[in-house]
């Protein structure tokens, strides 16, 4: 009998070339794969709740597989960690699900944090894991800006060029910025995201809080719809996928 299982994932995503398995570079997807298959000695297919580029990282990232009845669950995840331990990656949870539950389809909401650190002096801890800025961000106005995001837009200047979705429409749900020291978190959530949406949409909020712009150049890109006008985009390091809401 099958049974359905779902994990959530926590991963560093600096020496992966994205979650989704490939043939050239290594990729989240496949590590765990190979993981499950010596525990349960059959190849197993696991199915994201999302893609996450190159160097992006999670948090929360969910998963979904079948498999014969695990018949514990907790050794299961143990033994799944202990083999995972020197890929920079973790299952924090794995729980039985109904057999139509589906990571990808399911989901409601997808909620990603980005971190920016803003200082002069060059990073060491944080190195591969936010984007530094040295020029002195006004946050006064990114909050002003962030707010345009809210609700349907049409983000096709968000998108890379390599993005496959069929519209470019989408509804951005919540839309923050806090700052903690030197350290500021940006966080979106909405159903979906378009290929680089994410990191497009910091890179704008970046050119507004450097002075680069003001809020009528994003309101303005926000109606044009022209990729080529936007800023360029943040680097996928500072780019966490929180969770997964179902």
Same mark, same amino acid.
């Given at each position: 009998?099958?049974?359905?299982?779902q994990?959530?994932?926590?991963?560093?995503?600096?020496?992966?070339?994205?979650?989704?398995?490939?043939?050239n570079?290594? $990729?989240?997807?496949?590590e765990?794969?190979?993981?499950?298959k010596?525990?349960v000695?059959? =190849?197993?297919?696991?199915?994201?709740?999302?893609?996450?580029?190159?160097?992006?990282?999670?948090?929360?990232?969910?998963?979904?597989f079948?498999?014969?009845?695990?018949?514990n669950e907790?050794?299961f995840?143990?033994?799944?960690?202990?083999?995972?331990?020197?890929?920079?990656?973790?299952?924090?949870?794995?729980?039985?699900?109904?057999?139509?539950?589906?990571?990808r389809?399911?989901?409601?909401?997808?909620?990603?944090?980005?971190?920016?650190?803003?200082?002069?002096?060059y990073?060491?801890?944080?190195?591969?894991?936010?984007w530094?800025?040295?020029?002195?961000?006004?946050?006064? $106005?990114?909050? =002003?800006?962030?707010?345009?995001?809210?609700?349907?837009?049409?983000?096709?200047?968000?998108?890379?060029? $390599?993005?496959?979705a069929?519209?470019p429409?989408r509804?951005?749900?919540?839309?923050?910025?806090?700052?903690?020291?030197?350290?500021?978190?940006?966080?979106?959530?909405?159903? $979906?995201?378009?290929?680089?949406?994410?990191?497009s949409?910091?890179?704008?909020?970046?050119?507004?809080?450097?002075?680069?712009?003001?809020?009528?150049?994003?309101?303005n890109?926000?109606?044009?719809?022209?990729?080529?006008?936007?800023?360029?985009?943040?680097?996928?390091?500072?780019?966490y996928?929180?969770?997964?809401?179902?």
């Open positions: 009998m099958t049974f359905n299982y994990i959530i994932v926590e991963y560093d995503g600096t020496n992966y070339s994205g979650w989704q398995s490939q043939k570079g290594p $990729s989240i997807q496949k765990i794969e190979k993981a499950i010596k525990l000695k059959k =190849k197993v297919q696991i199915i994201g709740s999302g893609r996450t580029d190159a160097g992006v990282h999670a948090i929360g990232q969910s998963a979904n079948f498999c014969d009845k695990l018949e907790k050794k995840l143990s033994s799944l960690n202990y083999f995972l331990s020197k890929k920079s990656i973790t299952i924090n949870s794995i729980k039985k699900k109904k057999l139509k539950f589906h990571s389809f399911n989901a409601k909401k997808r909620t990603y944090m980005y971190v920016i650190i803003n200082r002069k002096n990073l060491v801890l944080d190195k591969n894991r936010a530094l800025v040295k020029n002195k961000l006004n946050i006064k $106005s990114m909050k =002003k800006a962030i707010k345009l995001f809210l609700g349907t837009h049409n983000f096709n200047a968000f998108r890379s060029s $390599s993005c496959g069929k519209s429409i509804t951005i749900e919540k839309s923050t910025i806090t700052k903690k020291g030197d350290k500021i978190f940006i966080i979106f959530s909405s159903r $979906s995201f378009l290929q680089q949406q994410v990191r949409m910091v890179g704008c909020l970046k050119f507004v809080g450097e002075g680069k712009w003001d809020i009528n150049n994003l309101e890109l926000l109606k044009s719809s022209k990729r080529s006008q936007c800023a360029p985009p943040a680097p996928p390091r500072g780019l996928l929180q969770k997964v809401t179902y």
